[in-house]
């Protein structure tokens, strides 16, 4: 069982005294915050409570009164001799990072993740009609159905980058496809370098491996000083592979153009370091379109897709496409854990990526619409925050004018609304002062979630909404 360490812990929480309520509530809270979104984990011994009484410098009394209401509430267990640890209530979880059915009370800004448009549906109407000509068959496409296999890389070739169906593995979504990716072109040790921020699921695939990560500080509004930064680390560190979202990264919406992507490259190259890059925001460009994929840049490299974001993440569609020979190595890890997808969502695919150009200039009005609605809610509820405006992808990346992102999504929590604090996005306790903000969700119910955060913002003891000037940037 993984200890925590009263210091490790102290830090995890931050300033306690700030939250308006009494400090066992927020000590309760922050710690439920934690293991939520995953920086704490499930099954974690928490320090004594002597110990945390002393790192937080509050009374024992306190710390005993939280460990309680963790313990009443599921979030904790314990047992005598054995001390405390983390623990998952029973039932569906509303946490901040793991998706919770939805409800009729909570507003989910956790989570990236668009609804449905009608061309899923109808795709799966098509879908069932095609199926009765593969019944006669075994149904196992260990590879993906070939049919789709050959839409994906139609897709590629149309981007700038040939390629072949056997240059495509289909996916149970995109982590899937980065998890098998990892499994098989990284050894326990191995250095990977990452962005930082990121997409905390992928980097926790990768650590469950043993593997080392390398976290490079990324500004979207300064690329140069990114690239300058990923050069150092590569020549400092040599790892084994990058991961890597040129495309709309989230969460920032960084989107690096033609020459930020070659002169990665060239740096990649000498390095002899492998790029697995996130492309599951390409097709979201609002204000500006992708270049050419990173691996037309360079050979060797690993580009990894999904439906997910920009049709529905219920398809769990995702793909690699690598080398050849990659691909044969991924198909192989990928099997001795899901034998073959299933086939009737890869036909829904197939048909989804037949109209995907018409669905998909819909689907980025729509996501136009919401966030020109959650900038202008901002703007007026909190007009202290910073707030970059993307030139795609599903986030805006917010700056808060103090360091309090863990205490705010721990606020907001009783204010009907869930968020994901900063720091789940990055390594150590860094990010406290960001929190990232969906603009998936209708624009009618942005603006309710913003009014929800404003009066979370000020129960967390913040003083935004008073400031004047809300500064746009568009990176």
């Known amino acids: 069982m993984e200890s925590v360490s009263s210091h490790r812990l102290a830090g995890l929480l931050g300033d306690l005294t700030s939250d308006r309520q009494p400090l066992f509530l927020a000590l309760s809270s922050r710690v439920r915050l934690l293991i939520g979104d995953g920086r704490l984990p499930v099954g974690a011994r928490l320090p004594a409570e002597r110990d945390l009484a002393a790192a937080l410098q509050l009374s024992r009394v306190t710390v005993t009164s939280a460990y309680t209401r963790l313990r009443e509430d599921g979030w904790a267990a314990s047992r005598r001799g054995a001390g405390t640890w983390t623990t998952l209530p029973a039932g569906p979880q509303p946490g901040p990072w793991v998706p919770a059915p939805a409800d009729d009370h909570r507003i989910d800004l956790a989570h990236a993740a668009p609804s449905a448009p009608p061309e899923v549906p109808a795709a799966y109407a098509a879908a069932l009609q095609d199926l009765p000509r593969l019944l006669t068959s075994h149904g196992y496409h260990p590879a993906g159905l070939p049919e789709l296999r050959a839409r994906i890389a139609d897709r590629y070739t149309a981007r700038g980058l040939p ?14 496809g980065l998890a098998v990716t990892f499994q098989a072109l990284l050894r326990r040790a191995d250095r990977l370098l990452i962005e930082q921020p990121t997409y905390p699921n992928a980097v926790d695939a990768a650590r469950a491996l043993g593997v080392r990560t390398v976290p490079v500080a990324l500004a ?4 140069d000083a990114w690239l300058d930064a990923v050069e150092a680390a590569l020549r400092e560190t040599r790892p084994a592979a990058a991961y890597l979202m040129p495309d709309f990264q989230n969460p920032t919406g960084l989107l690096l153009d033609a020459t930020g992507r070659e002169r990665l490259a060239r740096a990649l190259h000498d390095a002899g370091t492998v790029a697995v890059v996130d492309e599951t925001n390409v097709e979201l460009g609002l204000d500006a379109l992708p270049d050419a994929p990173l691996a037309a840049h360079g050979a060797g490299h690993v580009s990894v897709g ?3 974001k920009a049709f529905w993440g219920g398809l769990r569609i ?7 020979d990659i691909v044969q190595q991924l198909t192989a890890a990928a099997v001795l854990t899901q034998m073959s997808g299933p086939v009737l969502e890869q036909l829904a ?9 018409a669905a998909l200039e819909a689907r980025r009005d ?3 619409q919401a ?7 901002l703007g007026e509820h909190l007009p202290a925050w910073h707030v970059p405006v993307p030139a795609g992808g599903l986030v805006l990346w917010c700056q808060l004018p103090s360091k309090r992102s863990t205490a705010l999504a721990a606020a907001a929590a009783d204010h009907g609304l869930r968020l994901a604090a900063g720091p789940r996005f990055g390594s150590g306790h860094a990010l406290d002062d960001r929190l990232r903000l969906p603009f998936t969700q209708p624009p009618e119910v942005l603006r309710r979630a913003v009014e929800r955060l404003a009066a979370a913002d ?5 003083d935004s909404h008073h400031d004047p000037g809300l500064l746009l940037d568009v990176v």
Not at 220 to 223: G, I, L, M, P, V
Not at 318 to 324: F, Q, S
Not at 349 to 357: I, M, P, Q, R, V
Not at 458 to 462: L, S, V, W, Y
């Open 366 to 368: 729509g996501l136009w």
């Open 371 to 377: 966030r020109a609605a959650l900038v202008a809610a």
């Open 220 to 223: 979207a509004e300064d690329s």
């Open 163 to 176: 390629t072949t169906p056997e240059q495509v593995l289909v996916t149970g979504g995109a982590l899937h």
């Open 318 to 324: 995702g793909w690699v496409r690598a080398d050849t």
């Open 349 to 357: 695919a197939c048909h989804l990526l037949d109209g995907a150009d």
């Open 306 to 308: 999904s439906l997910s």
């Open 458 to 462: 000020a129960a967390a003891g913040n």
